[in-house]
């Protein structure tokens, strides 16, 4: 079993940052990769950016690059999301995940607010 915790989430101007910041406990020792999606109300869930746990290699959705930036803590099994220059259409619940060989686990969300 894998619990992950997200937290960072909160209100903020449009033009302003926030970091979002997710910790793995449990099974992690075969992480394949951890990332973020994001839900905005009456919308589906889409992917925002993830990070390949070896070798480190980066993914981000076009509507985030350039502005938003993951990193990760492999010894803290942390993945963070650095947002910065957020917009109202950011707005949304923004779920970390995680990869194993055969899985995903998610954790509960964050509400990142973008106030124009």
């Known amino acids: 079993q894998v619990q992950l915790v997200e937290s960072g989430g909160g209100l903020v101007q449009a033009g302003g940052s926030l970091r979002l910041s997710c910790a793995a406990s449990?099974?992690?020792?075969?992480?394949?990769?951890m990332g973020w999606f994001r839900q905005a109300p009456g919308k589906e869930r889409e992917f925002v950016a993830a990070i390949r746990w070896s070798g480190g290699s980066l993914y981000y959705a076009d509507s985030v690059k350039g502005r938003f930036t993951i990193s990760s803590d492999n010894a803290k099994n942390t993945v963070y999301l650095q947002m910065n220059s957020l917009k109202p259409e950011d707005t949304a619940v923004y779920y970390c995940?995680?990869?194993?060989?055969?899985?995903?686990?998610w954790g509960q969300g964050t509400q990142v607010t973008v106030s124009s």
């Open positions: 449990g099974r992690t020792f075969s992480t394949y990769t």
């Open positions: 995940y995680q990869d194993l060989v055969g899985s995903r686990s």
